[in-house]
């Protein structure tokens, strides 16, 4: 489903993104694990176009999209859940769910405000509550229902578990591993190594921009290597002028 | 008592004139933290088109009323269009991100510019003095228990409270506003969703000449002349009461608009013309300093709800 190939990402002088490829199948969950500053989130931006790639291809269902817009991408099916939510505060829930649709001219977007409340009860009692008033899992459930209604085929999410309580860190899991049983494709770039890898069929482990490891789930989680130097993280050698 | 109330409903006439100039400033600021001075340029450019456009007996040589309601409608459209190409020079063909605050000082020197140019041009066409404005009789009055009220500000007062209305209605509720609410709020975010704001932001543009453009229409009515220089002092009073009123609110921006009105008006009476725009100004850095955020402003400043 999508295809990405050699992807490079420059900002200025820093290449951030190295020859990345990589690969998520229909309906498969595939994580992207690696310290920060290994690049997930500048991938996350190119992959969605909000960034345009200094080289390599990003296609997805056999479309090209790598110059596209970021909207050409959300009409294609690919949405992301950025980073620390995200959300509209100056909005009412509601009004940040038709945000979510805001490319869909179908006229069914209704049926999906429904799908949306009736997975999240907590939003529904609150739709018309300024979306500033959620708490930060509510916002992070109503960051996803955002994306959802722009009815994707394939979610990313960065760090979507990030300052959450571990109740809803349970909750998260459990809703992307619902999504991907209704056929639904997740790129999901984490933090939180244990839990990625149960819910995932494959990862990516990413340092200084390259993809150094690349395995099933099974495999990574069971390669102690891997969260030794994984989490032994932070080792960022700055070579900086300063 | 008389001679107050008549005061105050002067000062409301008066306002109505700022208030649409200041909703203009409001929505570039709280959508694309731009602070757009082509502004007085579009406001005087209404005027002086539909002065020129009559003085050389355009359009279609029609008389009365037709003829300079016409004049002037080009005259607001003429406000649009070159605040459409204002667009291009500011935005679009500078390397600089929509919304991004680092880099707002680079459309603000560069719709400086426009406002030199245009102003510059006009001048070299027409000179510097007032024009008389050939429109309805702007002594026509209504006497309301002894308070006169003239007609034609009267009307531009309605006109102008509809046009906002109808502008927050459409930030509030329509598919184009939600998009430009998303921008003010978080450009990328907006981006992620796929709001294109290439696509968007000129419309931003287009009201901001709608505004303009109507209000110095309204001004060459109202007052029967119009003048080269005579967005300067509109376009700096619109400022301040932007600023009084709450910076990115547009309910603030009406407020504060008509506040100048009132101030301006207390002003003459006591002080003399020549200390209106030491008072307006003072009365900004007083705000600004004591109260920042304005009468209808948001805590964090000029992230209201627009």
Redesign the interface.
Known sequence: MLEVTELDVVYGRTRAVKGVDLRVGAGEIVTVLGANGAGKTSLLRAL?G?VRPAGGRVVFDGRDLTAQ???????SGMV?V?EGR??????TVH?NL???A??RRDGREAADFDAIYDRFPNLASRKYASASSLSGGEQQMLAIG?ALV?RPRLVMLDEPSLGLSPLFVERLFGLLRELNDDGIGILLVEQNTAMALEIASRGYVLELGKVVLEDSADALSSNTQLTEAYLGGESLPETSGA | MMLFLQQLVNALMLGSVYVTVAVAFTLTIGILNFLNFTIPTLFMLAGMVGWALSYWGLPFGLSGPLHWALALAIGIAAAIAVSLIVERFTFRYLKTKYGDSTEHAIPLVSSLGFLLIVENLVRIAYGTEARRFPGPDANMTLDVGGILVRIPQLVSLLITVLIVFALVQMMKRS?IG??L??I???P?????????TKRIVPVVFMLTGLLCGLAGALFAVNYGEVAPMMGEDIGSKAIAGMVIGGLGSIWGAVLGGLCVGLLEMMTVHFFGADTVQIVVWGALLVVLILYPKGILGHHSIG???L
Do not use: C
């Not at chain 2, 990328?188 to 294109?196: F, R, S, T, V």
């Open positions: 969605h909000a817009s970021p909207a050409a991408r959300v009409t992301l950025p995200q959300i509209f505060v100056s909005m009004e038709l945000m979510g805001y490319l955002r722009a | 598919r939600r998009g609410r998303a003010a709020e978080n990328d975010a907006a981006n992620i969703l796929g709001i294109d992230k209201g709800k």
